[in-house]
T-cell receptor, first 116, second 112 residues
Framework: DAGITQSPRHKVTETGTPVTLRCHQT?????MYWYRQDPGHGLRLIHY???????DKGEVSDGYSVSRSKTEDFLLTLESATSSQTSVYFC???????????????FGPGTRLTVL | QKEVEQNSGPLSVPEGAIASLNCTYS??????FFWYRQYSGKSPELIMS????GDKEDGRFTAQLNKASQYVSLLIRDSQPSDSATYLC????????????FGTGTLLAVQP
């Protein structure tokens, strides 16, 4: 358990509505990630953060934005949800060792999002 | 596009047998490799990491890495029904980033 929580755990929304998913960590790790997982595609990186206000795009970032105003929180926003964004969303952290970020990632419990 | 390939399965083995899960990757400069287990409806759970060529053992699990062949595998000895899950292979991208590329996973079914 890497002290990661995600909220909400389940959400059903309608096309065109904004949605924000929250990832919260309690261990002060520098790197945080957002993935989506879909059948046949595996886990794909949406965005990641390497510090407060420092974020970058992953391979499937279109339609998503992120913000990190505090070390412990990493928010993923779907500005206008579409049915293609129906997925399971996982947050992850890279554990810190000796003050440096390692490349070992640990995952939160996930958020199941359905866009109707 | 850097890729990580896994056979989707299902791989079916009898209880007590050795399960062998395989993964190939395309990025020759990759240095870090990971195996995750994911039960249905749950999040991925790290099993093992491996960084050097050869074998790394942890209990019933052995990870094997061959960088020349761009191949990493996971062996599960004395397979148990509780090992039934999807196993994800992940490879760290080359360069300064901590980003991982995941395979689509292999579904393992251990038959009692």
């Amino acid at each position: 358990d890497a002290g990661i929580t995600q909220s909400p755990r389940h959400k059903v929304t309608e096309t065109g509505t904004p949605v924000t998913l929250r990832c919260h960590q309690t261990e002060n790790h520098r790197y945080m990630y957002w993935y989506r997982q879909d059948p046949g595609h595996g886990l794909r990186l949406i965005h990641y953060s390497y510090g407060v206000k420092d974020t970058d795009k992953g391979e499937v970032s279109d339609g998503y934005s992120v913000s990190r105003s505090k070390t412990e929180d990493f928010l993923l926003t779907l500005e206008s949800a579409t049915s293609s964004q129906t997925s399971v969303y996982f947050c992850a952290i890279s554990r810190t060792s000796g003050g440096e970020s390692t490349d070992t990632q640990y995952f939160g419990p996930g958020t199941r999002l359905t866009v109707l | 596009q850097k890729e990580v390939e896994q056979n989707s399965g299902p791989l079916s083995v009898p209880e007590g047998a050795i399960a062998s899960l395989n993964c190939t990757y395309s990025d020759r400069v990759s240095q870090s490799f990971f195996w995750y287990r994911q039960y249905s409806g749950k999040s991925p759970e790290l099993i093992m990491s491996i960084y050097s060529n050869g074998d790394k053992e942890d209990g019933r699990f052995t990870a094997q890495l061959n960088k020349a062949s761009q191949y990493v595998s996971l062996l599960i000895r004395d397979s148990q029904p509780s090992d039934s899950a999807t196993y994800l292979c992940a490879v760290r991208q080359g360069g300064a980033t901590n980003k991982l590329i995941f395979g689509t996973g292999t579904l393992l079914a251990v038959q009692p």
